[in-house]
């Protein structure tokens, strides 16, 4: 009977949970994950264009429905020529900036890891990510955003993932001192404003280029309401958190348009995508919070190529999500934990499966090598 009130003792489980975390069956999971595990391929792109990729501080896909918030992000739902994949899941243990992040790079999460491990070259080297496999494609690497570059250890990342040129609000000081700050960094309308600077600057050089930029515009709990949108009203009654977005919708929506009626144009994809969804819901409190009850992710395709406004409704996870940037390419179809979605299936599993719970426990400790000999092995 004692044993029995232990075991069923809900402290026993989270004791339990944590002994796990903190000293997972390595093997075991292993054996679990390997099956999965696709080592990245990479070949030259059949569409060698430069990219934009766009990252929407703590954006939910339920900002651009009109059944949710009426006219709130009129500008970026009337973009042409775009893929739309509707059906993408936010994967487990991604919910902040840098882990979203790394999830979307690197089709993969990871569960701990300390400030001076985040700082080493070596995080996570054991495994290849999409900004390196354009670097070594020739690509120059390109990442700026408002905010402090060494929060959540984005310096770090950057420098892992082989990205060649990195601005955050310190870089953005130094290159412009006047620009407006509020409380988390530069704002969105200066930070874009220095960014096509910076876009310009990298078609003129000639060499194909990845252009990451991140928003804060959005950042909970309440955003930021910079300069250019003073007098912009969503709706008399709206929190500062929609106010915020109907900004951003204006504020991006207008740098896409530059891009696209520019002479860069034909040669540029543009790549629409949340960061993570919003996990402070209080933020939309006061009338609209009820109606965020979809936490599928954003994520959008833009090609002058493309001729219409084309629906994906196969079901993905936001580790296909950079993958199918390269799989648009022609680069790859798959990438860790990744998938094609224009031409293969999602791995099977929700995106808060225990699986990824799983593999992001033993993310530094897996090896190509050992998952193609498991893999062989499997197939024999």
Known sequence: MYFNSLFLNPFYDAAREY???????????????YPYLAIPHPKAPIKRKNIVYIFLESFDRAYTDERNFAKLTPHLNALKNRIDFSEIHQVVDTGFTIKGLFGSHCAA????????????ENFTKNIVCASEILHSLGYHTYFIKGADLNFQGTRGFL???????????DEILAVDPSVHTNEWGVDD??????????????????????????????????GFIPRSCEGLEYNENAVPMLRAVHCSNLLVSK?????????????????????????????????????????RDLFVILDDDLDGEFEIKKRGTSFDTFTTVLGYLGILDEMNFGRNLLSRESLPFDADDEFFVNASRILPKLSYDKAVRAQQESSK
């Not at 002994?19 to 994950?33: F, G, H, M, R, S």
């Not at 520019?262 to 109606?291: E, M, R, W």
């Open 19 to 33: 002994y796990l975390q903190l000293n997972p069956p390595v093997e075991a999971i292993k054996k679990q994950v």
């Open 109 to 120: 999460n990871y569960t701990f890891a300390s400030a001076k491990d985040m700082a080493s």
């Open 159 to 169: 420098r892992q993932r082989d990205y060649d040129e990195i601005k955050g609000r």
């Open 189 to 222: 309308d200066d930070m874009l404003r220095v960014a096509w600077n910076d876009f310009e600057r990298l078609n003129k050089v000639g060499r194909p280029f990845l252009f990451s930029l991140l928003t804060i515009g959005t950042h909970t709990p309440s």
């Open 255 to 295: 740098f896409i348009e530059q891009i696209r009626s520019s002479p860069y144009a034909a040669n540029t994809i543009i790549v629409l995508q949340n960061d993570h969804p919003l996990f402070y819901k209080n933020a939309i409190d006061g009338g609209f919070g009820d109606g965020l009850k979809d936490e």
